[in-house]
């Protein structure tokens, strides 16, 4: 792509302009401060999975397919593939008797298969709602950050800090795909 063919850089947010949105419009801001380390932990990932909406919010089946960085086969719709992978692997670890078996198949064919199609967009999201949904919900069964998982003893606090870090690693790539797929910037 050449520099006439790049976006033109722009946001939304006119107090900050190196914001996504308006302090006032980001479901991510709130006044408090969570207590403990299991509520502050779940507050980053709930964030850091916000943000990932928020990036791929109003773009069109293409756009979220678009592999803005060739050779590289990741994209906004590919992200949201992959984390719903991630989410799946994550359960199995804490439910290692009876592993879900992969979403999408063989190893990276949740970036592969990221498609320009509605359909596929769809799925996509539901299958990270339900697998957000379900990790979870196993992961709440374990209150105590220093219990080990069934699977190899890891601490739940090391799958918890995981899986922040997954996401948070992820946004920043959803930055640079936006960024290149219609210009729009901000954290």
């Known amino acids: 792509m050449s520099d006439d063919d790049a976006p033109q850089r722009w946001t939304e947010a006119s107090v900050y302009p190196d914001m996504w949105a308006d302090p006032d419009k980001?479901?991510?801001?709130n006044d408090s401060s969570p207590d403990g380390e299991l509520a502050t932990l779940q507050d980053f990932l709930?964030?850091?999975?916000l943000t990932l909406q928020m990036k791929c919010e109003g773009l069109t089946a293409e756009q979220l397919a678009r592999r803005s960085v060739p050779p590289s086969t990741m994209s906004l719709l590919g992200l949201i593939r992959h984390l719903a992978e991630v989410e799946r692997d994550w359960r199995n670890w804490v439910v290692p008797e009876n592993p879900a078996p992969k979403i999408y198949g063989e190893r990276d064919a949740d970036f592969h298969g990221a498609a320009a199609d509605q359909a596929l967009v769809d799925a996509a999201f539901a299958d990270l709602a339900r697998e957000q949904a379900e990790c979870d919900?196993?992961?709440g069964a374990y209150p105590d950050l220093g219990a080990r998982l069934p699977k190899?003893?890891?601490s739940v606090r090391e799958l918890?800090?995981?899986r922040v870090e997954e996401y948070a690693r992820h946004c920043g790539h959803a930055d640079l795909l936006r960024e290149c797929v219609d210009g729009r910037v901000g954290q």
Do not use: F, Q
Not at 26 to 29: E, G
């Open 26 to 29: 980001d479901p991510r801001n």
């Open 137 to 139: 919900a196993v992961l």
């Open 160 to 162: 918890w800090v995981h």
């Open 152 to 154: 190899d003893g890891t």
């Open 46 to 49: 709930v964030n850091y999975r």
